[in-house]
C-alpha cells in the first residue's frame, strides 16, 4: 500500500512540478521539500506580459529524479514559461504542456478518425497528424507544427507566434514586434527581451546542470550551484552561501514507513531540518527552523486532503 501511495505522490509532485512558473503554487511543497524528500526550488527570471490578459513568466526550477541504475539521486533543471509541447504518451495518449504552466493529457484512439477530444476543460482539435490546436480554459487556441509551438490566438483576436526546438521556445513575436529570443552561445543561454539581455543560464559541460545565472539588473547578484555526484548542495550569491543542503541516507525502515522513495532525501537547506512520518494513510511532512519553531504539513492519502499546522517551539 505504501508503494501504491508513492506512485501517487510522484505523479501529483509532477502534476505540481508545472505550477512552478505560477510561484510554487503546489500545495505538496513545504518550503524547498516534500512528502517523497526531494527538492524542489524556483527562481524567477523575467515576466513576459504578451497582452493585458496573457502573460508567461519565465523561470528555472529544480527538482530530485532518481537513477535506478547507479541507486542514486540527481538534479535535475527545467525552465518554465520556455518548455512547450504536445507529444505522445504511449499508444493512446497525447500530453500538451504550454508554456502558461498547463499540462493536460488527452486521451485518443488510435485507429479511428478522431478530430477533437476533449479533457480538464480544454479541447485538441487534430488537424492532421502533424497539426493540432488546443484550445485551453480561457479560450486562447494554440497551434503546434510536429509537436512544436507555432502561433497561439488570443481571446482579443491577436496572434502571437513562436518559435520553438525541441519542446523550448526560441523567439516570440507579436505585431512584428520580437518580444523575447532565447539564444544558445555554447553552453550559455542568453534570454532577451525587446532585444535587451534580462539573464544569461550557464550549463556546465554535460550541459544538464545550470552552472550559473547572471542577471541584467545590477541590483539583482548573480546565482552559483554547487553539486556533488550530479545532485545540488549549494547555491550562492555573488560567493555567498545562501543554500547549504544537506541530503541524508534514507534508512530501510524509512523505506516502509514514510513516503521517501529515494536513497537520500532532503534533511536541511540551511534554514529548515525536515522530519518526514507516515501512519495508516496519513503522512507528515515538517520543518524546524533555527528558533525551534515547527511548520508542518498533513497529507491524507485517502481523501487527498491537506493540512498545514504552525507549532509552537
Given at each position: 500500500?505504501?508503494k501504491?501511495?508513492?506512485?501517487?505522490?510522484?505523479?501529483?509532485?509532477?502534476?505540481?512540478?508545472?505550477?512552478?512558473?505560477?510561484?510554487?503554487?503546489?500545495?505538496?511543497?513545504?518550503?524547498h521539500?516534500?512528502?517523497?524528500?526531494?527538492?524542489?526550488?524556483?527562481?524567477?527570471?523575467?515576466?513576459l506580459q504578451?497582452?493585458?490578459?496573457?502573460?508567461i513568466?519565465i523561470?528555472?526550477?529544480?527538482e530530485?529524479?532518481?537513477?535506478s541504475?547507479?541507486?542514486?539521486?540527481?538534479?535535475?533543471?527545467?525552465?518554465?514559461?520556455?518548455?512547450?509541447?504536445?507529444?505522445?504518451?504511449?499508444v493512446d495518449?497525447?500530453?500538451?504542456?504550454?508554456?502558461?504552466g498547463?499540462?493536460?493529457?488527452?486521451k485518443?484512439?488510435p485507429?479511428?478518425?478522431?478530430?477533437?477530444?476533449?479533457s480538464e476543460?480544454?479541447?485538441?482539435?487534430?488537424?492532421?497528424?502533424?497539426?493540432?490546436?488546443?484550445?485551453?480554459?480561457?479560450?486562447?487556441?494554440?497551434?503546434?507544427?510536429?509537436?512544436?509551438?507555432?502561433r497561439?490566438?488570443?481571446?482579443?483576436?491577436?496572434?502571437?507566434?513562436?518559435?520553438?526546438?525541441?519542446?523550448?521556445?526560441?523567439?516570440?513575436?507579436?505585431?512584428?514586434?520580437?518580444?523575447l529570443?532565447?539564444?544558445e552561445?555554447?553552453?550559455?543561454?542568453?534570454l532577451?527581451?525587446?532585444?535587451?539581455?534580462?539573464?544569461?543560464?550557464?550549463?556546465?559541460?554535460?550541459?544538464?546542470?545550470?552552472?550559473s545565472?547572471?542577471?541584467?539588473?545590477?541590483?539583482?547578484?548573480?546565482?552559483?550551484?554547487?553539486?556533488?555526484?550530479?545532485?545540488v548542495?549549494?547555491?550562492?550569491?555573488?560567493?555567498?552561501?545562501i543554500y547549504?543542503?544537506?541530503?541524508?541516507?534514507?534508512?530501510?525502515?524509512?523505506?516502509?514507513?514514510?513516503?521517501?522513495?529515494?536513497?537520500?532525501?532532503?534533511?536541511?537547506?540551511?534554514?529548515?531540518?525536515?522530519?518526514?512520518?507516515?501512519?495508516?494513510?496519513?503522512?507528515?511532512?515538517?520543518?524546524?527552523?533555527?528558533l525551534?519553531?515547527?511548520e508542518?504539513?498533513?497529507?491524507?492519502?485517502?481523501t487527498?486532503?491537506?493540512?498545514?499546522?504552525?507549532?509552537?517551539?
Open positions: 500500500m505504501v501504491i501511495y508513492k506512485h501517487l505522490i510522484t505523479c501529483l509532485l509532477a502534476a505540481a512540478a508545472l505550477q512552478a512558473g505560477r510561484g510554487h503554487a503546489a500545495s505538496l511543497i513545504l518550503h521539500t516534500s512528502f517523497d524528500g526531494g527538492l524542489y526550488w524556483t527562481c524567477p527570471i523575467v515576466k504578451i497582452s493585458e490578459d496573457f502573460q513568466q523561470s528555472i526550477y529544480h530530485t529524479k532518481y537513477n541504475f547507479e541507486n542514486s539521486i540527481y538534479s535535475q533543471w527545467k525552465i518554465a514559461g520556455l518548455e512547450t509541447y504536445i507529444a505522445r504518451d504511449g495518449k497525447l500530453i500538451w504542456c504550454s508554456p502558461a498547463d499540462k493536460v493529457s488527452f485518443i484512439k485507429s479511428s478518425n478522431q478530430r477533437s477530444v476533449d476543460g480544454c479541447r485538441m482539435s487534430i488537424l492532421s497528424e502533424d497539426a493540432r490546436v488546443v484550445t485551453d480554459r480561457e479560450g486562447r487556441s494554440w497551434s503546434y507544427q510536429r509537436g512544436e509551438l507555432v497561439v490566438s488570443l481571446d482579443d483576436g491577436s496572434d502571437v507566434y513562436f518559435k520553438s526546438k525541441n519542446g523550448l521556445i526560441k523567439e516570440i513575436k507579436k505585431d512584428g514586434r520580437i518580444i529570443q532565447a539564444k552561445i555554447g553552453a550559455t543561454l542568453l532577451l527581451v525587446d532585444g535587451h539581455q534580462k539573464a544569461s543560464i550557464t550549463y556546465d559541460t554535460s550541459g544538464e546542470l545550470i552552472d545565472v547572471t542577471f541584467e539588473k545590477f541590483k539583482r547578484p548573480s546565482l552559483r550551484f554547487t553539486y556533488e555526484a550530479g545532485n548542495v549549494g547555491i550562492s550569491e555573488c560567493n555567498k552561501a547549504k543542503f544537506v541530503w541524508r541516507e534514507t534508512a530501510l525502515l524509512d523505506s516502509f514507513l514514510t513516503l521517501l522513495k529515494n536513497p537520500k532525501y532532503l534533511y536541511s537547506d540551511g534554514y529548515y531540518k525536515y522530519n518526514h512520518e507516515y501512519i495508516l494513510g496519513v503522512a507528515r511532512l515538517s520543518a524546524r527552523d533555527k525551534g519553531r515547527q508542518v504539513k498533513i497529507f491524507n492519502l485517502q487527498r486532503t491537506i493540512t498545514d499546522k504552525n507549532l509552537k517551539s
